[in-house]
Each structure stands twice: as structure tokens, then as C-alpha cells.
């Protein structure tokens, strides 16, 4: 039978296992300060994103500008208030649409996806948002 070994009197059989609990914990308090920071920049481009084809419909639906300018319109507020790889990231297209009730509305669509902290894992979270305004009449 195999003699059980004990430490000599004296030593802590735990010693020396704080350093590795320091360590793992660490590694997950990181991971978790990350991911709130990814989610952080998420809600914000998606909200700079919104805004921006907002005015990009505001801009379109003025009387004598065409409504395809909307979305050119919307890429210049999103490389402004943010950065222009957000913007190259982004599909955004201009249209005309009527609603129920008979007014012309310009709306503003963009497509595209969230910058990840991480750069290996690329762009994985999808945006898509929409802006509409009223056209006016000339």
C-alpha cells in the first residue's frame, strides 16, 4: 500500500494556491470588463447610426434636394460623429415610400455590422436601422 505523504509540520498544504486563484479570477474579470465595453459600443454606433439616417431622411425630404441624397448624407454624420471604417462598414440606401394615409415619406436604410473589440473574431454583430421623414412639397 502506498504511504500517504503529508506535508512536514509547519507548511500550509495550500500554499501558494492564492497566486493561481488571482490569476483565473483575473482572466475572468477582464473577459467581463470586455464584453461590457463591446456591448457599450454597440448601443453607442447603433444609436450614432439611427441618429444619422434620421437626419439623413430630414436632409432627403427637403424641397428641392432629391431624395437619393439621403443616403450620402447619412454617411457623412456617421464618418463625422464616429470614424469613416464605421462608415465604410455600412450599406445605406435612399428611397421613396407612401404610407397608409397618402403622404410621401423618404426613408433611409442602413445595413451593416458593429466594429468588435476583438479584430481576430471580425464584424459579428448585424445593425440594420431605418430613418423616415415626410417629404415636403416644392
Known sequence: MLAER????????????AVVDFVLVSLLVVALLLAVLQVAVYAH???VV???A???????ANADVPSSAGAGRTLQVVARATSQ?????????STQQQDPSGLTLVVVRCTGS???LFAALGDLLP????????????
Open 50 to 52: 439611427t441618429a444619422s
Open 6 to 17: 503529508r506535508p512536514p509540520a509547519g507548511r500550509d498544504p495550500e500554499r501558494g494556491s
Open 85 to 93: 471604417q464605421t462608415a465604410d462598414g455600412l450599406d445605406c440606401t
Open 45 to 47: 454606433v447603433r444609436n
Open 54 to 60: 434620421q437626419d439623413g431622411a430630414r436632409y432627403a
Open 114 to 116: 458593429v466594429p468588435s
Open 127 to 138: 445593425m440594420d436601422v431605418t430613418g423616415r421623414s415626410v417629404e415636403e412639397a416644392p
